[in-house]
């Protein structure tokens, strides 16, 4: 079955430096990658997505990235702000539609 | 579009005793998921349904474990002779996997500590 890796498991930038977080997946199966954020007592909010026929998405201040061959997908923040501190889990899956297997998490703090 | 819906948030009971929660999915979703998350790890797929079909269920869902989904609209996931090992975030989610497909959506969660 699919595993997925997720570094690092802490993350801590000063207010408007970009953040980023990486992730390894195992299974060659697996054709859409989401990223979720997840706040203190909330579940996990779907942010941004990206498919495998896809390179690169971005929206606004996040893009992704997928490298197919080397199964490594990355998140990239920008312009971080207070707001964007959570926890982020990057997942992988067959179909958007289909369970996702996530990482284990990264807590981002974003320091004023 | 009201969202995932889950009943109760929080839940405290003792060793020993059964616990239900509830999930109400997005209204047009035939698909819904259960995952489990512990303090600091990422959720763990344990089930899902596609209607009223249970079609997967995960190894980490032991017989004391069993989830519902009768008229495939909301689902209920039930723990017998619960254990302190099972104090974890409940999460449901659901999607749509016909035309113009949708991804996870997850609810808040259910909050269970076996005291």
């Known amino acids: 079955g699919e595993n997925v890796e997720q570094h690092p498991s802490t993350l801590s930038v000063q207010e408007g430096d970009s953040a980023v977080i990486k992730c390894t997946y195992s299974?060659?199966?697996?054709?859409?990658f989401p990223w979720y954020k997840q706040e203190l007592g909330k579940g996990p909010q779907l942010i941004i997505d990206?498919?495998?026929?896809?390179g690169e998405k971005k929206d606004q201040r996040i893009a992704v990235t997928l490298n197919k061959t080397a199964k490594h997908f990355s998140l990239h923040i920008t312009e971080t702000q207070p707001e964007d501190s959570a926890v982020y889990f990057c997942?992988?899956?067959?179909?958007?539609?289909?369970?996702?297997?996530f990482g284990p998490g990264t807590s981002l703090s974003v320091i004023p | 579009d009201t969202g995932v819906s889950q009943d109760p948030r929080h839940k405290i009971t003792k060793r020993g005793q059964n616990v239900t929660f509830r999930c109400d999915p997005i209204s047009e979703h035939n698909r819904l998921y259960w995952y489990r998350q512990t303090l600091g790890q990422g959720p763990e797929f344990l089930t899902y349904?596609?209607?009223?079909?249970?079609?997967?269920k995960s190894r980490l869902l032991s017989d004391r474990f069993s989830a519902e989904r009768p008229k495939g609209s909301f689902s209920t996931l039930e723990i017998q002779r619960t254990e302190q090992g099972d104090s974890a975030m409940y999460l449901c989610a659901s999607s749509w996997t016909g035309p113009g497909d949708s991804p996870l959506h997850f609810g808040n969660g259910t909050r269970l500590t076996v005291t």
């Open positions: 299974d060659s199966a697996s054709n859409y």
């Open positions: 349904f596609q209607n009223e079909a249970q079609l997967e």
């Open positions: 997942a992988g899956s067959e179909t958007s539609y289909d369970k996702v297997i």
């Open positions: 990206i498919r495998s026929n896809v």
